[in-house]
DNA sequence: CGGACAGTTGATCCCGTTCAAGAAACGTGG
DNA sequence: CCACGTTTCTTGAACGGGATCAACTGTCCG
């Protein structure tokens, strides 16, 4: 599998910019026993409630975090980007506590809790290194508190939307120009805690003043600094520093 | 220091719980530097954008995250109780991505980074059990975002309480009839995403409907089922059976 | 061509905000 | 212990951001 095996060297890459890798270190994690598991669009990965007895890393596609009320509303809780392990929990926690999706077709390199729990406890170094992404989700999720809890709408959309753009940067999935964003309105809408004809009168109204374009599914930021200004965006929750390889 | 050992030992009988612990592993994290640290209430424990030095467990009173938008409007992330390690990031991370204070008079016992991060590359299964708390922390703020983005007033402000209750209770902070709340309902407010002029019509109003009451600063919880439901409240993202003992 | 889904738009409503002012509680110093 | 300034709480009135409801348009795809 050509796609798992260029991510984990993405991985490994990302993480001996952090810190300096042994070879017994960077091979037990390059050697463990992934198995490709490719899901349609819409498919679940794992359902709140469950218990969990294996993690996946996303290789190729975008999935998202999810979480239901009582009621029946929905609330994304955060996107998932390729190189992002979606249920790393699972080796650590006993239960999901919400459920992941996938947003296209995705690809995913599994691994059974058992073998994952081992190298967590023999390589602490391997440990240290998905602790930090670990880390950094959570300071994602505090933003978005901060996003919905106390950004109006039209602050809220441009905010989602310039956290996406870096992070798929920093992943080099998208150039400043724009990026694709495979979200319906009614998704968008359950990410920022909107109606999707909010999201869609947001959206509208930033393209009418020039911030962005919409062409399909494809996002074209016209003027980033703008976008950032009325987000009010400040990159630092999303700790690129650990994120991007630093030549 | 007897406070501080009194939380250690709390600590490590939940560790135990989770997972065996051998002795050496026990003793490395009882035998950390820890130093107790006084602050008065409204004090800040860290700054956003610092560079952290140390990290600091919560050993009496009550702190908080949060977080500032660029219009000045504040939003509380989250509550620490006794035995929260409120910047575990500091060993792993590099600066602070939001702000820790005081809720009241606090305790805490603080250790040197770089004894911190010694601990856990030394003792994996430390490492372990501390990434545990941090997922779980990050478990609670996917259920704000949920509770911020999808849950009414009402149901909102019923869900923090339960909330509350339910950790208060587990550290044998709170009986089942209630739990002292030692915050204004400008900071309720500022947690929920509301104002405080609306925080206090949602208290009214669950007065009256005889589901609480409140005594100064102690809240009496006198329908506990009927604050669940009006909540949605369903306790497994707080994964509290992390305190008893698994395979 | 038809059927489902996504996007668009207008009209109306309502939950929570904002503004303002008074009451209660609290803390501090005399 | 009281006096007094400062928070915190409380309540009313009016406003407005975003929801809701509903209908229509566009698009994709079998």
Chains 1, 2 share one sequence.
């Not at 996303?58 to 239901?68: C, E, I, N, P």
């Not at 670990?134 to 996003?147: G, H, K």
């Not at 106390?150 to 441009?158: F, I, K, V």
Request: proline share 4%; with cysteine; glycine share 4%.
């Amino acid at each position: 599998m050509p796609e798992i095996t260029a991510v984990l060297n993405r991985m490994v890459a990302k993480f001996e910019a952090r810190m300096p890798l042994e070879p017994g270190d960077r091979d037990a994690f390059l050697n463990l026993p992934f198995k490709p598991l490719i899901v349609d669009a819409h498919s679940y990965i794992v359902r709140e409630g469950q218990t969990l007895s294996r993690s996946a890393l996303l290789v190729a596609g975008l999935s998202y975090r999810q979480k239901l009320t009582v009621d029946g509303s929905r609330q994304i809780l955060c996107l998932n980007i390729p190189g992002d392990f979606v249920d790393l929990e699972a080796s650590l926690l006993n239960r999901a506590d919400h459920n992941v999706q996938a947003l296209t077709r995705c690809e995913f390199a599994v691994v059974p809790r058992a073998d994952m729990k081992k190298l967590l406890l023999e390589h602490p170094v391997i440990a240290h290194l998905l602790w930090v992404d670990t880390l950094i989700d959570a300071s994602i999720y505090r933003e978005w508190i901060v996003n919905i809890g106390r950004r109006d709408a039209r602050a809220r959309t441009c905010h989602l939307l310039c956290e996406l753009g870096r992070r798929l940067q920093a992943a080099g999935l998208a150039t400043t120009r724009g990026y694709e964003l495979p979200m319906t309105q009614e998704q968008l809408a359950d990410a920022l805690g909107l109606t999707s004809v909010h999201v869609n009168r947001m959206f509208r109204s930033l393209e009418n003043e020039g911030l962005l374009r919409r062409e399909k599914r494809f996002i074209v930021i016209d003027d980033w600094e703008k976008l950032r200004d009325v987000a009010g965006f400040n990159e630092n929750y999303l700790h690129l520093e650990q994120a991007t390889r630093q030549d």
